[in-house]
């Protein structure tokens, strides 16, 4: 049985629909990534399951229990739905020290004080913490008072816990780490993780599997990050998960060729598949490092030909702006790779292979 | 009590019930508050000034304003507040562009000495001047006249332009504290860019920055004008001996010629009405102004600006400076120290002459000033304590409930701000005498119910300064950790405003403790007011008793001030 089913849950407000008719389910024990681009509606979803909004239409059931529901006039308070919430602001209470915020959770549900105390000083452990333990949190920096927050939500409930954009904030060291240490308790504790962020690459790391939404609050793909790596759904969440080159071709015989007003190029479909019944505009979208840049044998072969525009050292590896007919294609090639085969000079010729590239329509 | 709730708007609102309870409660209890102290009594001055039992009779209205002596006390106040308001600003505006634009030494001294003014109640001022300019007994005129030999005094403290030199001592600080800050806030670039662009200093002051201050010296200039508007004490103690009427001073002797009977309220309900007219078209010229010249380039972070060299203006600016702040501050406060000691008022200020005599006699043997000063101690505790918990209520309903009605609430709560004292004292007289189940005349409890009123707009915007600082995350945080929406409020955000809320019960309890324009008008044999019974006694010609009084409230007030800060510096520590 699913921990959380949300069904058809829309949410207004005033006009303005924010959520319409989403529907969700999160596995127990699974960790759950909701990614989209700011403000497409994630974090109200985060406030209706936490019951600090109620939905306007639509129902959300929670380990079997019906928690928010318009219909059947149904909104279970906050405090009686057993969420750990990590806020993105971490909402770390500047007036209690960082083991009283710990303990504040089984104060409330009257854990017996001596296994409050154990309890807490354990969380406070697994965060790596225990030296704070007797600190206000403004003598914390921004990545303890996070710790904080996350003990809390441990403490607070051992079944489901809520991260909205936690680890943003935290520079990119930090952010890593973070990452690794979520993944790391909520494998080691069994509890059922459900991230909100806007980063697509951390959520990539540091989930079981990923719900992308777009602006409009609608869910474009639901799957692992494997598959929403290796089969975006569409040329939205393509771009959304990663830098991506789109090249407008259309199906010409066996072929694609490139629409462009520049010099006309061709390439093979190869393992592409391709409905063999239009010959409506396509786009082949690729990312940087899964093209290859190989010198240029025969000008009239198969295959397509760009200009090396620029070339930018990255230390672990390459960037090239490569123009193709006209179109613009970023590239990228790991250092080593480039300095084995020759590093392109800016102005020069040559060839592009592509590795599994995707087909999308047009639109 | 919670499940209570749950029913009650389970049935009325359906959805979201559960969550909005303990809101939609904290809404209505707010409402019915606001309507019972502010609104009723308001309502019911217009009433009773229309109605004669249950009768309209419209024609009171147009004879009470009409009335010649009511009419001098018309053109009397505006002629005072408007020249209050012109010294007062020029004044202000003075000193604001000394200590804010120019290289002036003592600075900080000067900044020390005009926050005094705003301590003390203006009618102490008004007090120690007469001890110096009244006409025959004051110090100066006599010394004048031993000098000269004259018969006539020097000065005439009793008259229009006396009443408007106090009133322009205490409230020029409005002025001054708005520009200063705008000044400080300013961005100094706009400045410098002008110099660099060519302007001259004269220039720049004319062209760049009094338009950027505008919007703030019209603020204090408007504050002026509604606090000198509705200012009881310095024209009561000023101008009564000559016949010198305001509309507030009026309103009280119409009330207390009276004795208290329904025609002289109602008299004094219609010139009430009048007044607030007044009041009420001096902020809506605020409003025209205040919208005509709003400027975003005042900043909220400091800067530091470049200064104007006085050069050889700065001696005598310098003297000026400290010769007129020794005048407005130090002068006053020391005869009152002075005078509380002497054996009787008109002997010289000489050592024999000094006794303790009067403190024993107010502070031991005369039952009426202790009675007084205990009502004033419970009066400004409870209603600081009241008031501060009732802002935070209202401030919490309208920054984060945000109901339907929260715009009716604001102008509520605010409304006491642009009501004078004396006003909402009659009203408090009208719907607590009696009209309504109670009758509360003559008990503390009608002084308590009208501080509450005249406060509610200060805690108000105390407790909304800090509530703004707590994110709502903090309180949904604990709602998710179990706690229910009365136990977050109670675990998180009152711990939080704390601070807040005892600096708000401070900014009640000092200016309640010197309260004098509404009690005076509500007081009852045992339940005179500090301010009341320091009036009381002046007024009976004991003006060293008075000033002894006097000191003695000026100590509490000092001590309520320090404990005022010491708790501000202690939060700020804490950020």
């Given at each position: 049985?699913?921990?959380?089913?949300?069904?058809?849950?829309?949410?207004?407000?005033?006009?303005?629909?924010?959520?319409?008719?989403?529907?969700?389910?999160?596995?127990?024990?699974?960790?759950?990534?909701?990614?989209?681009?700011?403000?497409?509606?994630?974090?109200?979803?985060?406030?209706?399951?936490?019951?600090?909004?109620?939905?306007?239409?639509?129902?959300?059931?929670?380990?079997?229990?019906?928690?928010?529901?318009?219909?059947?006039?149904?909104?279970?308070?906050?405090?009686?739905?057993?969420?750990?919430?990590?806020?993105?602001?971490?909402?770390?209470?500047?007036?209690?020290?960082?083991?009283?915020?710990?303990?504040?959770?089984?104060?409330?549900?009257?854990?017996?004080?001596?296994?409050?105390?154990?309890?807490?000083?354990?969380?406070?452990?697994?965060?790596?913490?225990?030296?704070?333990?007797?600190?206000?949190?403004?003598?914390?920096?921004?990545?303890?008072?996070?710790?904080?927050?996350?003990?809390r939500a441990l403490v607070s409930s051992s079944d489901l816990i809520v991260l909205d954009e936690p680890i943003t904030n935290l520079d990119a060291k930090l952010r890593e780490e973070m990452a690794y240490e979520i993944r790391n308790l909520q494998r080691t504790m069994g509890v059922t993780v459900i991230y909100i962020t806007h980063d697509q690459e951390t959520a990539m790391t540091i989930s079981d599997r990923m719900v992308i939404m777009d602006r409009k609050g609608y869910i474009r793909q639901i799957g692992t990050p494997e598959e929403i790596w290796n089969h975006p759904q569409d040329q939205d969440v393509y771009k959304f998960i990663g830098v991506s080159n789109f090249l407008p071709v259309h199906r010409n015989g066996d072929t694609l060729a490139l629409v462009t007003t520049g010099i006309p190029q061709t390439l093979p479909l190869g393992t592409l598949s391709v409905d063999l019944t239009t010959t409506d505009r396509m786009l082949l979208a690729s990312r940087p490092m899964d093209i290859r840049l190989v010198p240029v044998v025969n000008e009239d072969a198969l295959g397509l030909i760009g200009e090396v525009e620029r070339v930018t050292y990255l230390g672990n590896q390459f960037d090239y702006i490569v123009n193709v007919s006209g179109h613009q294609m970023r590239v990228q090639q790991d250092s080593l790779d480039a300095f084995r085969e020759g590093v392109p000079v800016e102005g020069s010729r040559c060839g592009l292979v592509f590795r599994n590239p995707t087909l999308y329509p047009a639109v | 009590m919670r499940y209570m709730f749950h029913k009650i708007f389970h049935t009325s609102k359906g959805m979201g019930d559960k969550h909005f309870g303990l809101d939609q409660s904290?809404?209505?209890?707010?409402?019915?508050?606001?309507?019972?102290?502010?609104?009723?009594?308001?309502?019911?001055?217009?009433?009773?000034?229309?109605?004669?039992?249950?009768?309209?009779?419209?024609?009171?209205?147009?004879?009470?304003?009409?009335?010649?002596?009511?009419?001098?006390?018309?053109?009397?106040?505006?002629?005072?507040?408007?020249?209050?308001?012109?010294?007062?600003?020029?004044?202000?505006?003075?000193?604001?562009?000394?200590?804010?634009?120019?290289?002036?030494?003592?600075?900080?001294?000067?900044?020390?000495?005009?926050?005094?003014?705003?301590?003390?109640?203006?009618?102490?001022?008004?007090?120690?001047?007469?001890?110096?300019?009244?006409?025959?007994?004051?110090?100066?005129?006599?010394?004048?006249?031993?000098?000269?030999?004259?018969?006539?005094?020097?000065?005439?403290?009793?008259?229009?332009?006396?009443?408007?030199?106090?009133?322009?001592?205490?409230?020029?600080?409005?002025?001054?504290?708005?520009?200063?800050?705008?000044?400080?806030?300013?961005?100094?670039?706009?400045?410098?860019?002008?110099?660099?662009?060519?302007?001259?200093?004269?220039?720049?002051?004319?062209?760049?920055?009094?338009?950027?201050?505008?919007?703030?010296?019209?603020?204090?200039?408007?504050?002026?004008?509604?606090?000198?508007?509705?200012?009881?004490?310095?024209?009561?103690?000023?101008?009564?001996?000559?016949?010198?009427?305001?509309?507030?001073?009026?309103?009280?002797?119409?009330?207390?010629?009276?004795?208290?009977?329904?025609?002289?309220?109602?008299?004094?309900?219609?010139?009430?009405?009048?007044?607030?007219?007044?009041?009420?078209?001096?902020?809506?010229?605020?409003?025209?102004?205040?919208?005509?010249?709003?400027?975003?380039?005042?900043?909220?972070?400091?800067?530091?600006?470049?200064?104007?060299?006085?050069?050889?203006?700065?001696?005598?600016?310098?003297?000026?400076?400290?010769?007129?702040?020794?005048?407005?501050?130090?002068?006053?406060?020391?005869?009152?120290?002075?005078?509380?000691?002497?054996?009787?008022?008109?002997?010289?200020?000489?050592?024999?002459?000094?006794?303790?005599?009067?403190?024993?006699?107010?502070?031991?043997?005369?039952?009426?000033?202790?009675?007084?000063?205990?009502?004033?101690?419970?009066?400004?505790?409870?209603?600081?304590?009241?008031?501060?918990?009732?802002?935070?209520?209202?401030?919490?309903?309208?920054?984060?409930?945000?109901?339907?009605?929260?715009g009716l609430l604001e102008i509520l709560s605010l409304l006491p701000y642009s009501i004078p004292g004396i006003v909402l004292a009659i009203g408090v007289i009208l719907v607590w005498s009696g009209a309504f189940v109670l009758n509360l005349y003559n008990t503390i409890w009608i002084i308590l119910i009208a501080y509450i009123a005249r406060y509610v707009s200060f805690a108000m915007k105390s407790a909304s300064a800090s509530l703004e600082q707590v994110h709502y995350s903090l309180e949904e945080a604990a709602r998710s950790c179990g706690a229910t929406h009365l136990e977050s409020l109670r675990d998180i955000t009152l711990p939080l405003i704390r601070p807040g809320m005892i600096a708000g019960f401070f900014l009640i309890f000092l200016p309640a403790m010197r309260e004098l324009t509404t009690s005076v008008l509500l007081y009852g044999p045992f339940t005179r007011t500090l301010g009341v019974a320091i009036y009381a006694i002046n007024a009976e010609g004991n003006t060293v008793q008075a000033s002894a009084l006097a000191t003695v409230a000026i100590l509490i007030i000092v001590l309520g001030n320090l404990a005022l800060r010491f708790i501000t510096k202690e939060r700020k520590a804490l950020q």
């Open positions: 049985m699913p921990i959380v089913t949300i069904k058809d849950v829309t949410v207004r407000y005033g006009k303005n629909v924010v959520i319409d008719k989403l529907s969700l389910q999160v596995e127990r024990g699974e960790n759950l990534a909701i990614v989209g681009p700011s403000s497409c509606g994630k974090t109200t979803l985060m406030r209706a399951l936490c019951g600090f909004i109620k939905v306007n239409e639509g129902e959300i059931t929670l380990q079997g229990t019906v928690v928010s529901s318009a219909a059947k006039r149904v909104l279970v308070p906050p405090e009686k739905r057993n969420i750990g919430v990590v806020f993105q602001d971490y909402a770390v209470w500047p007036h209690l020290t960082v083991i009283e915020n710990i303990m504040y959770p089984l104060k409330k549900r009257r854990v017996p004080k001596e296994e409050m105390r154990s309890r807490a000083y354990n969380a406070l452990a697994q965060v790596k913490m225990k030296e704070f333990a007797e600190r206000l949190p403004s003598q914390l920096s921004g990545g303890q008072q996070q710790r904080v927050a996350l003990a | 904290l809404f209505i209890l707010s409402l019915v508050i606001l309507l019972v102290t502010v609104l009723i009594p308001m309502v019911m001055i217009v009433y009773s000034t229309f109605f004669q039992d249950n009768v309209f009779d419209w024609q009171l209205f147009p004879r009470v304003v009409l009335a010649p002596e009511n009419l001098s006390a018309i053109v009397n106040t505006v002629r005072i507040s408007f020249m209050v308001t012109v010294f007062g600003t020029l004044l202000g505006l003075f000193y604001a562009w000394l200590i804010g634009r120019s290289d002036i030494p003592m600075k900080g001294v000067m900044k020390a000495l005009f926050t005094i003014p705003y301590m003390f109640p203006p009618f102490f001022g008004a007090m120690a001047w007469s001890l110096l300019l009244s006409p025959r007994s004051g110090y100066l005129n006599k010394l004048f006249m031993q000098i000269t030999g004259n018969t006539t005094s020097l000065l005439n403290i009793n008259s229009i332009a006396g009443i408007v030199f106090v009133e322009t001592c205490y409230y020029f600080p409005f002025v001054f504290l708005q520009v200063v800050s705008a000044l400080e806030r300013m961005d100094p670039t706009l400045e410098e860019s002008a110099r660099i662009a060519g302007a001259g200093q004269w220039y720049v002051i004319r062209r760049i920055t009094m338009p950027l201050v505008l919007p703030a010296i019209a603020a204090g200039a408007m504050l002026i004008l509604i606090s000198s508007l509705s200012h009881f004490g310095v024209p009561a103690i000023l101008g009564f001996s000559n016949n010198i009427f305001t509309l507030p001073t009026k309103i009280y002797q119409l009330i207390s010629r009276s004795a208290g009977s329904f025609q002289g309220i109602r008299e004094g309900a219609a010139l009430s009405i009048l007044l607030v007219v007044v009041v009420v078209a001096a902020l809506y010229l605020q409003k025209l102004v205040l919208k005509t010249g709003h400027y975003d380039i005042i900043k909220g972070k400091s800067m530091r600006p470049m200064l104007i060299k006085l050069r050889g203006a700065k001696i005598p600016l310098l003297t000026i400076s400290l010769i007129s702040l020794f005048v407005i501050v130090v002068v006053p406060l020391f005869m009152i120290l002075a005078v509380g000691f002497l054996k009787a008022y008109g002997l010289p200020l000489r050592w024999e002459n000094l006794t303790l005599r009067n403190y024993q006699y107010i502070l031991g043997q005369s039952k009426m000033v202790r009675d007084s000063i205990f009502n004033s101690l419970f009066l400004s505790i409870s209603s600081g304590v009241i008031t501060m918990f009732l802002g935070v209520m209202i401030a919490y309903v309208v920054i984060k409930v945000k109901p339907k009605g929260k």
